[in-house]
């Protein structure tokens, strides 16, 4: 049972597109968080979110707590984009992580 | 500011053998949480120390265990190691207890043979 699943496990774009990553949860959940990893392993922390909408730059990051599902918007993507994304949710007690999507920017 | 410092960076131990991993935290951050990260399982989290106390803990057996220092570094301990062990420890750490502005390390990567 996954209690997160992220959508697309996979996504190639040219750069300049526009790039949407969907994460569902299917628990309750205190805080979701938006994590981006290089290959080499290191993870940056890009965005947590209890509610309504964040915007960093070209990243922007909503949640409906409602419907359990929040998504991670690219705008105008750069081949430095390129990582793995990972959504991860707290439910009080523990964290759970999503599978990861693999994103490509082509130049 | 220094970052989260991880030792070692890599580690190639025994089975049967037991391993500590290291975390010191960005100054001033008082919570430490530790993650294992594997191709066949993702990431996993493991547990979080906050003012010396373990505050939450995942799914993983009693060989897994850790401690929280007065200055807040914090160590993970694996005893009993087994070739499933192999994977990448990350260890983050964040200002407080209200569950923000985590920082990650670059992680340690444990090689079980």
Redesign the interface.
């Known amino acids: 049972k996954n209690e997160v699943e992220q959508s697309p496990q996979n996504l190639t774009a040219q750069e300049g597109e526009f790039i949407t990553i969907n994460c569902s949860y299917s628990v309750g959940i205190?805080?979701l968080?938006w994590?981006q990893q290089h290959p080499g392993?290191?993870?940056?922390?890009l965005f947590?979110l209890s509610s309504g909408k964040k915007k960093h730059g070209r990243l922007i990051a909503t949640i409906n707590i409602q419907e359990k599902h929040s998504s991670l918007h690219i705008t105008a993507s750069h081949p430095r984009d390129s990582a793995v994304y990972?959504c991860?949710v707290?439910d009080g007690?523990?964290?759970?992580?999503?599978?990861?999507t693999s994103l490509t920017v082509i130049p | 500011k220094a970052g989260v410092t991880q030792t070692p960076r890599y580690l190639i131990k025994t089975r049967g053998q037991q391993v500590t991993l290291s975390c010191s935290p960005i100054s001033g951050h008082r919570s430490v949480s530790w993650y294992q990260q594997t191709p066949g399982q993702g990431l996993q989290f493991l547990f979080e120390y906050f003012s010396e106390t373990q505050r939450n803990k995942g799914n993983f057996p009693g060989r897994f265990s850790g401690r929280q220092f007065s200055n807040s570094r914090s160590e993970m301990n694996v005893s009993t190691l087994e070739l499933g062990d192999s994977a990448l420890y990350l260890c983050a750490s964040s200002p407080g207890a209200d569950n923000y502005g985590y920082t990650f390390g670059s992680g340690t990567r444990l090689t079980v043979v």
């Open positions: 205190s805080a968080h994590l392993g290191g993870i940056v922390s947590m990972i991860a707290f007690n523990q964290f759970y992580f999503g599978t990861g």
